[in-house]
């Protein structure tokens, strides 16, 4: 993910929220406790996928790190899919493969739509702020810059595995979100970009976007983009974060990303994204499972918990 400066995609994503996307927010009655949030559990998910070394797209890490989720995402009942797709990389002029994870779980057959919850599990390929310049080069382990927001979808798909919840849940592991150079934002996204088009508008209530979210000294802020777009929906997950006394998410716009949820919102699906911006191993040889938490973890899979579990919370269209 970058910081914002390129147009191109906030303009599609302000297109399609005006292609008939209204929000609104349901008050709920009858609240629901979701199963308890395991961040312990979570963050061996986390360990898991380093353990493999970095995930960059066309590697044997990246080939077993989706052995471990096929793994993980049979063992909790759930319909699994791929989407492979090839990018030529301008880079090295080779054709790069890559793989999109699906992971479906169907708890109202009746709805003929799912939430979709999207986390991205390469890592980047090159570290771009070193300590060593000589070694910018390198991939790094992308602990936090991927693997956390894996970690935690693959909890949840643990959870609804436990106890069903009254909906559609799609759980998306992108490919390549992460493999342009600095200031190359074309290149970045390429897992999502893949996915959404093909035709995903109709097949969604909404979407979250989890990306960097594992900093032991979490501070999630709305996401200017989607503050702008999807105001009730940020509204809806920060109130449920205050209900449930998740003080890390702090109530305030502070930066405005180029994440998957644009490409996602471009095609029609409202989405959100939750991202700890001001992490500062980011793009480091040091953004390793010491510089997360269990508890950072937990935090907003609890949130997403209760949202996936109480869908009187949910915006409609």
Known sequence: MAATGHLIIPMLFRIASGLGVVIAVVGCSSPVTPPDFNGSRAFSYLEAQVALGPRVPGTLAS???????????ESCGLEIDSQPFVVFDP??????????????????PSDDKAVLLL????????????SDSTLRHLPIDGANDGASGVAVLMELAGLVAERPADCNLDIMLSDGEDWGKVGDIDRYLLGAREFARHGIRDRYHFAV??????DAFQQIYREDYTEQFYKPFNDMIWQVAAQQGV??????????????H??????????????????????????TPDKCSAESLA????????????RSLWPTK
Request: proline share 4%; aromatic share 14%.
């Open 91 to 108: 880079y090295t002029s080779v054709d790069t493969p890559m793989v999109n994870v699906i992971a479906r779980y169907r708890g109202r």
């Open 262 to 287: 644009l490409p996602l919102g471009a095609a029609g699906v409202p989405t959100a994204l939750l991202i700890d911006f001001d992490y500062r191993y980011w793009h480091t040889e040091n953004d």
């Open 119 to 130: 986390a991205h599990y390469d890592s980047r390929p090159r570290t771009d702020y070193h």
């Open 299 to 310: 935090n907003v899979g609890r949130v997403l918990a209760y949202i996936i579990y109480n």
């Open 247 to 260: 003080a890390t998410f702090i109530d305030d716009v502070r930066h405005t990303i180029q994440d998957d």
């Open 209 to 214: 976007v989890v990306d960097l979210i594992g």
């Open 63 to 73: 080939a077993r790190c989706r052995d471990l989720f096929y793994r993980h995402f």
